[in-house]
Structure formats: structure tokens, C-alpha cells
């Protein structure tokens, strides 16, 4: 398939000269937005899973999960560098001493980086001098990995995330002191937002410089607000057709070496009242690319950085 986005596979094997796969571990966690700490019930689309479907046990320690899913994905995959993944819900939302601690069980010689899922109003100074002095000592390449979903705050407050875009904004800055990798989740089909929030959003992970995306599809979870908004005709959601548009902008939009993680988002379908519009999710991210080659449309042909250097007539 003809490259007309960055795909972050392809940031792995220019920065390690490998295959890279993630190992997810589950922490036993919750996040502010539920337990009263900011607010309660979680955001509208989070079901009791927070966010992930494929964890083993948060019983197991940190360093049981990493070995029993290196042991599967290393067999199957014939890899040998992996990716620490602490995926579902605010995984820095802890003390200074335990964050030390799950972060500590991660140094072994096969993991080269760590992904650390977390939000905004978690990100806090004391934890990410440890992380540093850590990938100092270590070795280990860091990224903090945030939700935002949306530029919209209007949308943001429905969506009831118990944070702003002004928490996002400020714990990038924060977390560029540090100089470490930021990856962010983006919601392109969102009810009520609309073409220009989807510009806007890739427009304001340019300026945060954010590193990687990963772009989801409205997948709606059984068990949730979302659900039973959707089951009551509270919501209308976008055509398929329309979600493709959103992606294709949003890519023009971003920072061409910006890594995408994925186009489309996908979930079980046991676990799902709603999700893709009842398609592969790869079929949707093959016509997306399709049209992108048919069009010659590439991953940031509309961005600043383009832009500008097109107008100073500098070399890209």
C-alpha cells in the first residue's frame, strides 16, 4: 500500500531498525472523573473497562504482564523489542512512591520504550522529573499518551470529560519541558462537531507539537451514558462517508511527521451497541487511503509547517 500518511510502524523502525510491538498492562485504577476527584460516571463512551478490551488481569503484577504477553506476541509476531503500554484509564493518577515503583518493573532489556496513558489533569511535575532522571539512567524512551478528542470544548463539557482544552494545552507544555513524547487520541466523528472542529484539532496538536495520533471512529460501548443516549434517539450520529472526510482533513491538516496510529478505532463487537457502521475497520482505512492516493492528497499537504515553506521557499 502507497504511504500517504506517516504510520507510526514506521516511526518504530527508523528510530529502533525493528519491529516494535506494544505489551498493554493493567493497572487496578480509576481515573477523577470517576471517583469524585473532579467528577463521576467517567466520560459518556468510557465503559467499566476504561477504555481497553484486550488487558489480562490487574491482579498480575507488572512484571508477570509483561513477560506472559511478551511470551504470545514475541511467538507470533517473531519480534524482540517491545513497547511498555500502561493502557486503561489514568495510569499517573497515584502516588509519587507507587508510580516509582510499576515504572521501576519496566527496565528490562527488551522493552526500548514506555507508552503511559494517563489525562491531563494527571500530569504532574514530580512525576515526570522521576521519568526523566529514569530515561536517563535507563535508556528507555518515554510517551505520555493524552485524550482530547476533540478542539471543541463545547463538545468536551457533553462528552463530560471533567477536563478542558485548556488542561490539555497546559499539560503538553508541561510535558514538552521534558522533552518527551506526546500521543493523542482524536474523536473525528463526534455528533455536533463538525468539519472545522477537526481542522482546529489537528491545527492545535501542530502547535503542542504532539508526536503521534491515534484517530478514532465513535465506537458506542454497551453499559454506558453514550449507550443509552444513543438507544433513546438523544444523538445522531455521522455517515461513514462522513467520518472518511473528517479523517482525510484531519490528516491534511497534521504535522506530516507526526506518526498516526491508527485511521479508525475498533472494539468488540460483543461489547458494542454501535461500532464502524457494522464494517472491517480496515476496509474503512482502505478506502480513506485509496482516495487519498486517487486524489494525490498526502498527510500534512494543508499543514503550517507546509505552508510556510512553501511561502519562504525553503527546503522541506
Given amino acids: 500500500m502507497t504511504q500517504v500518511y506517516y504510520k507510526v510502524s514506521d516511526y518504530y523502525k527508523e528510530t529502533y531498525k525493528e519491529k516494535v510491538y506494544k505489551l498493554p498492562i493493567k493497572l487496578p485504577l480509576t481515573c477523577p472523573n470517576r471517583d469524585g476527584e473532579c467528577g463521576y460516571g ?3 463512551y468510557c465503559s467499566e473497562t476504561g477504555g481497553s478490551f484486550e488487558n489480562l488481569d490487574s491482579s498480575l503484577s507488572v512484571s ?13 509476531y517473531k519480534v524482540n523489542k517491545f513497547i511498555a503500554y500502561f493502557q486503561n484509564f489514568s495510569n499517573t493518577y497515584m502516588t509519587l512512591e507507587d508510580f ?13 520504550g514506555i507508552s503511559i496513558a494517563t489525562r491531563s489533569d494527571c500530569i504532574t511535575e ?19 499518551e493524552l485524550g482530547l478528542q476533540t478542539a471543541n470544548y463545547k463538545t468536551l463539557r457533553i462528552l463530560n470529560r471533567g477536563e478542558s482544552l485548556a488542561d490539555f494545552i497546559l499539560a503538553c507544555n508541561l510535558i514538552n519541558k521534558y522533552d518527551f513524547r506526546i500521543s493523542t487520541h482524536v474523536i473525528l ?3 455536533r462537531d463538525d468539519i472545522s472542529d477537526t481542522i482546529e484539532t489537528a491545527r492545535i496538536l501542530n502547535a503542542l507539537n504532539v508526536k503521534e495520533v491515534k484517530i478514532h471512529s465513535l465506537f458506542i460501548a454497551k453499559n454506558t451514558k453514550l ?23 484531519f490528516l491534511r491538516y497534521i504535522d506530516p511527521n507526526c506518526a498516526i496510529a491508527r485511521l479508525v478505532g475498533r472494539a468488540p463487537e460483543e461489547d458494542t451497541i454501535f461500532c464502524n457502521w457494522g464494517r472491517s475497520w480496515w476496509l474503512i482505512r482502505d478506502e480513506i487511503v485509496d482516495f487519498m492516493m486517487e486524489n494525490s492528497i498526502e498527510q500534512g499537504d494543508k499543514s503550517e509547517k507546509i505552508i510556510y515553506k512553501k511561502i519562504k521557499g525553503d527546503k522541506l
Avoid: R
Fill in 42 to 44: 467517567g466520560c459518556i
Fill in 64 to 76: 508477570d504482564q509483561l513477560s506472559k504477553n511478551k511470551e504470545y506476541i514475541a511467538n507470533k
Fill in 100 to 112: 516509582k515503583k510499576i515504572i521501576g518493573a519496566c527496565n528490562k532489556d527488551y522493552v526500548v
Fill in 126 to 144: 514530580d512525576k515526570l522529573k522521576f521519568l526523566k532522571q529514569w530515561h536517563d539512567k535507563t535508556g528507555i524512551d518515554i510517551t505520555i
Fill in 189 to 191: 466523528a463526534l455528533p
Fill in 227 to 249: 449507550g443509552q443516549m444513543y438507544e433513546e434517539g438523544q444523538i445522531t450520529l455521522q455517515s461513514k462517508e462522513d467520518y472518511q472526510k473528517n479523517v482525510i482533513e
